[in-house]
């Protein structure tokens, strides 16, 4: 079994910047690839960028390309996303999730329950 926790959301003003942490536990965590999405009220889940677990490459949505990073410690197999420069758009509940064989479009097996991150201008 896979558990993943997310961390770091809060409150900040537009041009700020947040850090959040994708915490995973499994028998070998860093063999998972590592999803990161968001969601808000109304809206359908979003993907925002993931990391691979075998190879480090990367992928990222075109809204936040340039202004978000997403960064994984291999002995740990946890994941990073910074976020500079955010905006009022980028409000939302942001999850991780995390499976050892898909990619961007999923399905991807195992979720955690989230964490808020609220912009304002």
């Known amino acids: 079994q896979v558990q993943l926790v997310e961390s770091g959301g809060g409150l900040v003003q537009a041009g700020g910047s947040l850090r959040l942490s994708c915490a995973i536990s499994a028998r070998t965590p860093s063999i998972y690839n590592i999803g990161w999405f968001r969601q808000t009220p109304g809206k359908e889940r979003e993907f925002v960028a993931a990391?691979?677990?075998?190879?480090?490459?990367?992928e990222y949505a075109d809204s936040v390309k340039g202004r978000f990073t997403v960064s994984r410690d291999n002995a740990k197999g946890a994941s990073d996303l910074q976020m500079n420069n955010l905006t009022v758009e980028d409000t939302a509940v942001y999850y991780c999730?995390?499976?050892?064989?898909?990619?961007?479009?999923?399905?991807?097996?195992?979720w955690g329950q989230g964490t808020q991150v609220a912009v304002s201008s």
């Open positions: 999730a995390a499976d050892r064989t898909t990619w961007v479009r999923g399905p991807w097996d195992f």
């Open positions: 990391v691979r677990g075998g190879i480090r490459s990367t």
